[in-house]
């Protein structure tokens, strides 16, 4: 396997060194690409020296002797020879022109030129890494399917403490492991997902509601389309970019989402509730806009359909995966719902204050299945939280016909 490790610059860099030597051992041939700012933290000879290979720093390397340009489409044939380009540090500079296709060097030049799995480990100081900017920048990338690697959090470089520390170099050689050998594991699959809040209407112009951003079940359904499956998705109403060749449906209330399942479960071999129904609403929906009065106001509601439970009477030989977001007992409750609501598996995630659950780009989970079996996955991007869930598929699947 044949890996580009792009270096961005950043005090992370000497890190790189280790990232690369993890690759090496792995059995990756790496190629080293500096930027000019990556230079001036760690020498192109460190990587020369671990990898065995010439360092390329330069988008128009001249011969020393007589000024003439070597081949100036290195990076053509760079980006053609190679399985995966892993970035580390990756810095907001880098984000930034990744994300808005600036080509003005030989690293973000051939990010251009490179059509397979991108691996990006961004490292920076807290308040960069939080910055709107640099936010929108993540969220384009994510959007076309790179798989983001941290950061951790703790003390920086610059003295603060907060996100921005590279992720392990262990964390990121695994996530570039797994992108350049992409399982199709789920092949002949059909993968309903749903994903993201409902809204439920108490006039008008409001409504209730939670704060799922649906970066979770839009996970899921980016890794079960990479790993082969068609993709139905259910969402509803969110602002993260839909994945390619996922067949979208959107929807807003919880009644909409059940018969858009509903509609499509015929269809569906696996079916994933990521999505965070809403278990009220107002049954009956004023027509006008309700007027502030200074007395208490108390809404009547009315429980919504309990979709997971439908589909776990009705769904055969189906696989059901529910969630369960819970703030205590994870475990029990996660238990409780699979034994309730016919599931094969339970992915239990602690939400609330110190939970990582909802609207972050990282969860921390656990799995229950069927079996009683329990699965510890520790905290990393929903993307790669989505893999740990996908996993379970095909395991999952052959329990249930051994159970027949
Ligand atoms: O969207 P993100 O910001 O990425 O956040 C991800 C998440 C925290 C929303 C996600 O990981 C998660 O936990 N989703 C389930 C949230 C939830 O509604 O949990 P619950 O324990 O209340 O519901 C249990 C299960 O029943 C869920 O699979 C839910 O989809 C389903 N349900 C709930 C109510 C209902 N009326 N119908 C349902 O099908």
């Not at 390397?61 to 760079?78: F, M, N, Q, T, W």
Request: proline share 6%; aromatic share 4%; with cysteine.
């Amino acid at each position: 396997m044949n890996v580009i490790l792009g270096v961005g610059g950043g005090i992370a860099a000497y890190k790189a060194a280790e990232l690369a030597r993890l690759l090496g051992e792995q059995g990756a041939r790496v190629q080293v690409v500096m930027t000019r700012a990556a230079r001036e933290f760690v020498k192109p000879l460190t990587f020369a020296a671990l990898t065995g290979r010439k360092v390329i720093t330069d988008l128009f390397p001249r011969h020393e002797s007589d000024g003439a340009l070597d081949s100036a489409i290195e990076h053509i044939s760079v980006a053609q020879e190679n399985d995966a380009l892993v970035v580390a540090p990756a810095t907001a500079d880098l984000l930034a022109k990744f994300a808005a296709g600036i080509a003005d060097d030989f690293l973000t030049t051939l990010y251009l030129a490179f059509t397979g799995p991108v691996v990006l480990a961004p490292a920076m100081n807290s308040n960069m890494w939080r910055h709107p900017a640099t936010q929108a920048n993540l969220e384009r990338l994510r959007a076309r399917g790179h798989t983001i690697v941290g950061p951790d959090e703790g003390e920086l470089a610059c003295g603060m403490t907060g996100p921005g520390r590279l992720a392990e170099p262990a964390r990121i050689a695994g996530a570039v492991m797994s992108v350049s050998a992409p399982r199709r594991d789920l092949e002949g699959e059909t993968v309903l997902v749903t994903a993201g809040p409902t809204e439920e209407p108490i006039d008008p112009v409001r409504f209730l509601s939670n704060r799922s951003s649906g970066k979770m079940g839009y996970a899921l359904a980016r890794r079960a389309l990479d790993r082969g499956a068609r993709v139905i998705l259910v969402s509803g109403p969110v602002h993260v970019p839909p994945p390619e060749g996922a067949e979208l449906v959107r929807v807003c209330t919880a009644a909409e989402m059940r018969e858009a399942v509903m509609e499509r479960l015929e269809e569906a071999t696996v079916i994933i509730k990521a999505a965070a129904v809403a278990d009220y609403h107002v049954p009956v929906v004023p027509e006008q806009k309700m007027k502030k009065t200074m007395t208490r106001l108390s809404l009547e509601l009315e429980p919504t359909p309990d979709i997971l439970a439908e589909v776990g009477r009705k769904k055969g030989d189906r696989l059901l995966i529910g969630f369960a977001a819970e703030t205590e007992n994870l475990v029990a409750e996660a238990r409780r719902k699979l034994r309730s609501k016919n599931c094969d598996m339970v992915v239990a995630n602690l939400v609330g204050p110190g939970g990582a659950g909802f609207g972050s780009d990282e969860n921390e989970v656990t799995l229950v299945l069927r079996t009683g079996e329990t699965i510890q996955v520790p905290k990393a991007s929903k993307l790669e939280i989505a893999d740990a869930i996908l996993d379970q598929v095909l395991p999952l699947r052959l329990a249930l016909h051994a159970a027949q």
